[in-house]
């Protein structure tokens, strides 16, 4: 999509290593999001940034760590990767307050990780 | 049980039919609701916004919002096959910018000729 960009779009990795997923975006949004999409359970919240070095967890955090040390970088990285973490990962960015441009979210094409 | 319970499908319907997709969901402090579309392979696109209850239109979709029943609803009219594509629905109890956006789980279309 236009705006963010996901790499890798594909990656391949052995169980017990680190991943590092990154998220890039030129619009100058404070918020950044990281999901997983699984079949039966649709989109589930990782990790969310509202501002450089300012992260929380979502609702699946545990194995996951983020950074944040640009406006437009966002790392997802898996400490020590299993293969419950194969999955879909979008990143998505949404607007800032008061901007109108605050509606909905906007998401970046997504990396299937796959650890065998 | 999940705060937003949404159909998987799939749903098939011929070109030109009218599709109803809907989304339950059980935190009345839900307020903001949005549709996304997805299509194989792709991230999620924002169809719809819609804030509180009532209908929103645009082109060939409707979004309808019933707040007492907890039940939101997509419709397209004259489906085409473009539309084949796995919808989501998505609510917050906040409007944009940093707000948590909780998904259903997506029902899957498929617009045949």
């Known amino acids: 999509d236009a705006g963010i960009t996901q790499s890798p779009r594909h990656k391949v990795t052995e169980t017990g290593t680190p991943v590092t997923l990154r998220c890039h975006q030129t619009?100058?949004?404070?918020?950044m999001y990281w999901y997983r999409q699984d079949p039966g359970h649709g989109l589930r919240l990782i990790h969310y940034?509202?501002?450089?070095?300012?992260?929380d967890k979502g609702e699946v955090s545990d194995g996951y760590s983020v950074s944040r040390s640009k406006t437009e970088d966002f790392l997802l990285t898996l400490e020590s990767a299993t293969s419950s973490q194969t999955s879909v990962y979008f990143c998505?960015?949404?607007?800032?307050?008061?901007?109108?441009?605050?509606?909905?979210?906007?998401f970046g094409s997504g990396t299937r990780l796959t650890v065998v | 049980q999940k705060e937003v319970e949404q159909d998987p499908g799939p749903l098939s319907v011929p070109e030109g039919a009218i599709v109803s997709l809907n989304c339950t969901y059980s935190n009345s402090a839900f307020q903001y609701f949005m549709w996304y579309r997805q299509y194989s392979r792709k991230g999620p696109e924002l169809l719809m916004y819609t804030y509180s209850s009532g209908n929103k239109e645009d082109g060939r979709f409707t979004a309808q919002v019933d707040k007492s029943s907890k039940y939101i609803s997509l419709f397209i009219r004259d489906s085409q096959p473009s539309d084949s594509a796995t919808y989501l629905c998505a609510m917050s109890d906040s409007p944009g910018g940093g707000n948590k956006l909780t998904f259903g789980t997506g029902t899957q279309l498929k617009v045949e000729l």
């Open positions: 940034s509202y501002g450089v070095k300012d992260t």
């Open positions: 619009e100058n949004h404070r918020y």
């Open positions: 998505a960015i949404s607007g800032n307050p008061g901007t109108g441009s605050n509606y909905g979210y906007t």
